[in-house]
Each structure stands twice: as structure tokens, then as C-alpha cells.
């Protein structure tokens, strides 16, 4: 049977619980350990992906088409355990499915109440498809104290119980702030953290400490004995220089050993930690560095682009160089051209990623044709993918008025609402005027390439599967204009109806496509179209 690890959080948000939990499961997973990482989120959204990026940051997709916490993003990265629908739920979905049951009858006249319904429910999300894992590591969204987190507290207070003391361990993450006038840290906000998580019933195993100093013995100590855990399980975690250093600063702190300690599991043989430290040597001691930019819609908070930003890093890491990513506003680029080759001359690449809305859609078409005319390595991610159709219809096929249906009527619609298309349950369809809410081309989808394609040849495949996130297409009906531009469709959906991929032959350096890759991008496995980006990256500085 799996045994438990539920992780809070207190004192502030930000601390890093959803870092702390990847790395704690990628230790467990160089142990040996089978492992599976969950999410609660309080909030009473069903899910995230109808919240503004500048909320909540990315949106993050699994295989199985769920739209979840960006945490689930890192967990994947860390862990190589590709995240389901089953590993996130929030406040809203479990309240929505306790009233779709109130509403049929399912309790049969019974009072519905937070316990035991709201509570018996998450368990359930706890523990459903738990078989063959040896830990499950469920991370509680927000902080102790708040409103919305108590049915979730008060769920694992009573897993403790149904389970026993060796089946579960409480891990909780808070702060010891250091007060600069003082010249001290302070261990006080930690140990009202514990009492207050304490007070419901919750009595930490272990506790991980975020400070910005090392830790002194003498507080260790004090936060010990205050917060009733042994010494040991008083972990400092100070900030590192990358996110890929955490496992092995963990490792180093006696994380995972006290962990097992708190299960009675004393481990017989060291973790194999040889990745992690290949891949921090490669980000430590880099070859070289290229320099790209992303423009975008979201650059004011780079946790909208999460994922992209990682995958970046990994190509990096295949190439052994330092990715230097600058975050350009695409609205800038709608002023003149005198403001694009001042931001884009120094570029070794440009990447436009996914978006929605027409705010910066120009800026990005101009970034565009800027890359296909210097020649300049260009990746187009989703909506940067259909711009790349847009730009080449209306500054080489002669369509002035070249557009999508998502910034309103067009006469010459190169790109599309999806109202219809084939997915594994058969024809998925769609109204125009429907919900947001689960409503796109959710998930991981199969695609064919041309057999002398370039992604064809990065990929080492003509059958690929990526994950999707968008409710537009670009029109097939255009492919012929914009193929005798010189932009190739080199791939499609199984039937031949969706385009996938566009590239240009005669660039040195020329991709969009409709998917996300770098969802499935991770350190010790970089997503093939990010490293041969990054290649190409490197030839334009003259690197290789």
C-alpha cells in the first residue's frame, strides 16, 4: 500500500512547497521508490483555466487534457511522471461534484455538509489510483491559517487517522526571516505556523525552513523543541542559483533521510543522484551563451511562462550553454521598425510563444517577419505559430486583409475557431458562444510529419504526440497560398485536416507549431525541438 507524504505551507505564501515536493520525490525516485505527486488547490475555480496569467501564472496541460496548476509542471520536470487529471483538484471541483450528487438524490435526503461530505471527497481524491506507487506526495495550495485550506487540513488530519502513523507523514514548509536591523534570524513566525497548524490537529514530522542565511544550530534547536520534532527533522533550504540544484541541496540537508526515518524506514543504500549532478555541472560550467528573445504578452510575470522558460534552460543543458532569455513586450513592437531592430539585432533566436487575445498580435507579426528576413532562427509556439501564417499571408501572399476570427469578422480568415474536430472519444464539438472553461483542444494529440521534413529529422520520427491548449486553427484552405511562400506545412493531424507544424526550407532556422512542447520538456530529457533550437541558436552567435 502507498504511504502518504502530505506537505503544507505557513507564515507566507511563495515558499517553494511545490519545489520542495518535486525534489523530495525525485530523492525518493533515486532511492528506488515508486512515487506520484497531487495538488489541492483552495480556490473555488474548477480549474485554472479560465484565470488570467497574471493570477495564477501558467496553465499547465496533461496528456489526458486537464487544465492544471503550474506546479504539476514541476513535479513533471523533476519526477518524469507524466501528471493526470487525477493528480489536481481544487475547491470548485469538489463542490461541484458534491452538488451534481445533491441534485440527483445521491445522499438521499441527508444535510450535505463540509464534514463529512467535503471532507470524505478529497480523501477519495487522495487515495483514488494509488496502486503500485510506494509514496504519494499531496500538496496542500496556500497557507495555514487561510479560510479556504481548513476542509483540507481537516482531510488529512482524518487520512492520519484511517491510515496510521506508518502509512502518512505531515512535512510542513514556512520561513525564518532574517531582520537585517537585528542581524538575527527569527524562528518566531515558524513556531506560530506549527501551532496554528498544531491547533487543527495536524502535528508536523517534518519541517523545511526557507531562509535566506544558514541556519545556526542554536535556532534548529530552538525551533525543535518549540515545534515538538527531532533536530534532524528541522531542514534548512536556502535559495539556490537554479531551481536543479534544490534536489541535491535537499540531499544534502538529510531531506529524504528524514523523511524515510518518519515512515521507520531506514535506507540501505545511497540515492543515485548522478543526474542532478550532470545537470548542474552543465548549467554551471557552460561552453558558451546565446542570447533569445521571447516576445510575448505576458513578459510581466515570467510564471505565465513557466514552462517555456524551463524548456529553454533545457536546450541549454543538451548544448551545454547559458540561455540568456529576454522578455520583450510584443506591444512594443507596434511603433515602428526602428524599435524592433533596436530589441532584435542582438538576438541569437526569437521565440513568440501561446497566447490569446489581439493586444500585441501586430508587435508579434512584425517580430516575425523581422526573423524571416534577417534570417534569423525563429520558433513559433501556438499562437506564435499562427502569426508566422498571418505575417506570410499578408507581407508575401498578398492577402492584406489576412487575419483570425479571434480578433473578430475577417474576410480572409487564415486562422479560425475550432468548432469540430476528431479526438480519441470520436468528433469533439464546440459552440462559439459556449463556456471557456475545458472548452479548447485540450491535451495530447497525434500528428504525422513529412518524411523529408527538418522536424521530421529533429524529431528522428514521422509520428509524434504533443499536448494541446487552443480554440483556433490555422485554415487548411490557405495551405497552397502560403506554400508557394516558400512555408511548408511538414505536419498534420492524423485525418489531414489540422495543420501541426509549418517550417520554412530555405531558413536557416524556421518552426511553428500548434502544440505546447515544452509541457513535456524536462532537464535530464530536453524536448528535441528546444535543443535543435538552441543549436541553431548558437550557429547564428557563431559558436559552432
Not at 113 to 120: E, L
Not at 122 to 130: N, V
Not at 357 to 384: H, L, M, S, T
Not at 489 to 504: K, T, Y
Amino acid at each position: 500500500m502507498a504511504r502518504f507524504i502530505f506537505i503544507t505551507g505557513g507564515v507566507v505564501s511563495s515558499l517553494g512547497k511545490g519545489l520542495m515536493a518535486a525534489s523530495l520525490a525525485a530523492l525518493l525516485q533515486a532511492r528506488g521508490y515508486k512515487v506520484r505527486i497531487r495538488k489541492f488547490d483552495p480556490y473555488l475555480n474548477v480549474d485554472p483555466g479560465t484565470m488570467s496569467p497574471y493570477q495564477h501564472g501558467e496553465v499547465y496541460v496533461t496528456d489526458d487534457g486537464a487544465e492544471t496548476d503550474l506546479d504539476l509542471g514541476h513535479y513533471e520536470r523533476f519526477t518524469g511522471v507524466a501528471a493526470r487529471q487525477s493528480d489536481n483538484v481544487t475547491s470548485g471541483r469538489i463542490y461541484q461534484g458534491i452538488i451534481a450528487k445533491e441534485r440527483r438524490g445521491d445522499y438521499l435526503g441527508a444535510t450535505v455538509q463540509v464534514i463529512p461530505h467535503v471532507t470524505n471527497a478529497i480523501k477519495e481524491f487522495a487515495l483514488a489510483e494509488t496502486d503500485g506507487l510506494d509514496f504519494v506526495l499531496c500538496e496542500i495550495g496556500g497557507t495555514v491559517g487561510d479560510i479556504e485550506s481548513l476542509p483540507f487540513i481537516e482531510a488529512i488530519r482524518q487520512l492520519r487517522n484511517d491510515l496510521g502513523r506508518d502509512q502518512t507523514i505531515f512535512v510542513h514548509v514556512t520561513l525564518v526571516p532574517y531582520i537585517a536591523a537585528a542581524g538575527e534570524l527569527k524562528t518566531k513566525p515558524t513556531q506560530h505556523s506549527v501551532k496554528e497548524l498544531t491547533a487543527l490537529g495536524v502535528q508536523p514530522d517534518v519541517l523545511v525552513c526557507r531562509c535566506e542565511h544558514p541556519l545556526p544550530e542554536g535556532e534548529r534547536a530552538k525551533i525543535a523543541a518549540f515545534c515538538n520534532v527531532r533536530k534532524e527533522a528541522v531542514i534548512p533550504a536556502l535559495d539556490a542559483k537554479s531551481i536543479y540544484e534544490v534536489p541535491l541541496q535537499y540531499h544534502g540537508e538529510g531531506l529524504d533521510f528524514e523523511v524515510l526515518r518518519a515512515f521507520g524506514i531506514t535506507p540501505s543504500l545511497a540515492p543515485d543522484l548522478r543526474r542532478w549532478h550532470d545537470i548542474v555541472d552543465r548549467l554551471t560550467n557552460p561552453e558558451g551563451e546565446v542570447n533569445i528573445a521571447v516576445v510575448g504578452k505576458y513578459v510581466g510575470l515570467q510564471d505565465a511562462y513557466k514552462s517555456l522558460n524551463e524548456a529553454l534552460v533545457h536546450g541549454g543543458i543538451a548544448n551545454r550553454v547559458k540561455v540568456n532569455i529576454n522578455w520583450i513586450d510584443a506591444e512594443l513592437f507596434e511603433g515602428g521598425d526602428a524599435d524592433i531592430a533596436t530589441k532584435l539585432e542582438p538576438m541569437d533566436a526569437i521565440l513568440v510563444p501561446g497566447a490569446f487575445g489581439e493586444r500585441g498580435a501586430q508587435g508579434k507579426i512584425e517580430a516575425i517577419r523581422f526573423a524571416r528576413e534577417r534570417n534569423v532562427p525563429y520558433f513559433g509556439i501556438c499562437f506564435g505559430m499562427q502569426m508566422a501564417c498571418v505575417e506570410a499571408a499578408r507581407n508575401q501572399a498578398g492577402i492584406a486583409g489576412a487575419s483570425s476570427t479571434e480578433f473578430g469578422d475577417t474576410k480572409e480568415p487564415i486562422v479560425g475557431l475550432i468548432t469540430e474536430w476528431m479526438g480519441e472519444e470520436g468528433i469533439q464539438k464546440r459552440e462559439a458562444g459556449g463556456d471557456l472553461g475545458g472548452t479548447m483542444r485540450l491535451g495530447a494529440y497525434d500528428a504525422k510529419l513529412a518524411g523529408n521534413s527538418h522536424v521530421s529529422s529533429i524529431y528522428g520520427s514521422k509520428d509524434i504526440s504533443e499536448r494541446h491548449r487552443h480554440r483556433y486553427e490555422v485554415n487548411v484552405g490557405y495551405r497552397d497560398a502560403l506554400e508557394r511562400q516558400g512555408l511548408v506545412f511538414s505536419g498534420m493531424s492524423p485525418d489531414g485536416e489540422l495543420p501541426e507544424i509549418v517550417e520554412r526550407p530555405d531558413h536557416p532556422w524556421f518552426v511553428g507549431v500548434q502544440f505546447h512542447p515544452e509541457l513535456k520538456s524536462k532537464p535530464f530529457d530536453p524536448h528535441p525541438l528546444f535543443a535543435s533550437f538552441i543549436e541553431a541558436a548558437m550557429k547564428q552567435s557563431r559558436l559552432v
